[in-house]
């Protein structure tokens, strides 16, 4: 059974850089796109940062040069460190597997529903 485990949410100040991280189980990590979505109250969800298994990227444009997605196929874990946080960052962030293997990125943030394993999300408020 495959499972994602966020951890490392929590309540901050604006400004601060913790790191989330996503602890993958139950098939060959690194083989299918990986990623990170968040939503806020009244909000969709969406993606903010995407990695695949030829350690390309994708990020949200609200986050490009703030955050930074990253992994170690050696503890099956996936990271996002936030650098530089904002209020509107605030929202519950989810860790997401692709659907499909080995798809590349080519343009712009993979959509939520290509995503069809998902964790039980970490809560992130970030207070001005």
């Known amino acids: 059974q495959v499972q994602l485990v966020e951890s490392g949410g929590g309540s901050v100040q604006a400004g601060v850089s913790p790191r989330l991280s996503c602890v993958a189980s139950?098939?060959?990590?690194?083989?299918?796109?990986i990623g990170w979505f968040r939503q806020a109250p009244g909000k969709e969800r969406e993606g903010v940062a995407v990695?695949?298994?030829?350690?390309?990227?994708v990020y949200s444009d609200s986050v490009k040069g703030r955050f930074d997605i990253s992994v170690d196929a050696t503890k099956n874990t996936l990271y996002l460190q936030m650098n530089n946080l904002k209020p509107e960052d605030s929202g519950m962030y989810y860790c997401?597997?692709?659907?499909?293997?080995?798809?590349?990125?080519?343009?712009?943030?993979?959509?939520?529903?290509?995503?069809?394993?998902w964790g039980q999300g970490t809560q992130v408020t970030v207070s001005s």
């Open positions: 139950g098939y060959t990590f690194y083989t299918h796109s």
């Open positions: 990695i695949n298994w030829g350690r390309q990227t």
């Open positions: 997401a597997r692709a659907r499909k293997p080995r798809v590349p990125i080519e343009g712009p943030m993979i959509p939520a529903l290509d995503f069809d394993v």
